[in-house]
């Protein structure tokens, strides 16, 4: 479903927001529902509800948790094919293309900026993570602008993981971070509480990119359910009422075109400005996960895992290595499942994680 903004008529060059569906919904309720396309025909984008191959469920990654199960259709291939659609029937901008999602649509969302990035300018997902297969395939050319709302009360994606196949939403908004070459710490915002009944409040946090071009947002919504803010009631679920979801993606969306964004190579010019060390991913993993750390200057690293009794059990890093964005996997095949730490030492700095291996 394609809605053109009644007031720019005839008008080319137009930017376009998908908005992808939940699960187990059609574009048609997803339009009735969260009625997007009315901000779109006051600020002037055009706002496309595509639907799925079997109507309700996009191929997201999401069953990579068995209980959530999707057609085998290529839909990253489909969206790409409603673009080319697009750019001859209103000959849109192609640098302003952008991707928002609720639950399955948040998850399918990602999806595109991992193997689509190449011509979606930036995406959100509302209620929505990263899937383990969605992460394993990530390799777009160009770090994608993102923006995330989540709910810490969210029953059905929960805020701080434990579903099979899924990212928490910290995992998945470090990756993306990591990703987008941000910086930390993230500046951080208590979104006024304009709505006492509501039963939620609003934290803001901005990780920024190295050039500004290729920021990361999370809106954590403290009591928050998986709802859309701002949207209609829906059933007795209380929905925050702080922010407006559909306007604040656009306006992080405006932000952003495909040539704002610094692409990958250019990154490799640009430095960190301190040492750090991220939560591997996945967590927890089997047998094999990713360990990211980044250096400031040409510094000797030191990067070893150890078990819950301090004993050091194996080295991944042991050598001089140049400033920069960094990352090591490490195959736990032939250990035991349990609690182990990965600890980094990198001329006066000294970090630790914990990571969990589950066989």
Not at 77 to 82: C, D, E, L
Not at 307 to 335: C, H, M, P
Not at 337 to 345: A, D, L, P, Q
């Amino acid at each position: 479903m394609v809605d053109f903004p009644s007031s720019r008529t005839g008008q080319i060059g137009l930017p376009v927001v998908f908005n992808l569906h939940p699960y187990d919904w059609t574009a048609i309720q997803t339009r009735d529902y969260l009625k997007m396309h009315l901000l779109g025909d006051s600020v002037g984008f055009i706002t496309i509800y595509p639907s799925a191959s079997d109507l309700t469920h996009w191929n997201s990654g999401i069953s990579d948790n068995p209980s959530w199960v999707t057609p085998n259709s290529n839909d990253v291939g489909f969206i790409s094919k409603v673009i080319d659609s697009l750019i001859v029937r209103y000959s849109i901008d192609t640098a302003r293309i952008y991707s928002c999602g609720y639950s399955n649509g948040g998850f399918m969302s990602l999806k595109l900026a991992g193997l689509l990035g190449n011509r979606i300018a930036a995406i959100a997902s509302v209620s929505g993570i990263l899937s383990n297969s969605t992460a394993s395939a990530y390799k777009t050319t160009k770090p994608v602008p993102a923006l995330f709302i989540h709910g810490t009360s969210d029953g059905e994606v929960p805020f701080n993981g434990g579903k099979t196949g899924w990212y928490s939403v910290g995992e998945t908004v470090e990756f993306i971070r990591d990703k987008n070459f941000c910086l930390l710490p993230a500046e951080t915002l208590f979104v006024p509480n304009v709505n006492l009944t509501d039963q939620s409040t609003v934290e803001k946090y901005t990780y920024r990119s190295s050039t500004n071009s290729s920021n990361v947002i999370l809106y954590k919504v403290i009591g928050g359910r998986h709802v859309w803010p701002d949207a209609p009631p829906l059933g007795s679920v209380p929905i925050n009422r702080d922010i407006n979801a559909s306007r604040e993606i656009w306006n992080f969306f405006k932000l952003y075109t495909m040539s704002s964004v610094t692409s990958i190579q250019d990154f490799d010019k640009i430095f960190p400005s301190d040492f750090s060390l991220s939560q591997n991913f996945p967590n927890p993993f089997n047998p094999t996960t990713v360990i990211r750390y980044q250096l400031p200057v040409n510094s000797n690293v030191s990067l070893k895992i150890y078990d819950l009794l301090g004993r050091e059990i194996t080295t991944l890093v042991n050598e001089e290595q140049s400033a920069g964005w960094k990352e090591v996997q490490w195959n736990a095949l032939g250990f035991a499942s349990g609690v182990y730490f990965v600890k980094m030492i990198s001329d006066n700095f000294t970090g630790t994680k914990k990571i969990l291996l589950m066989k």
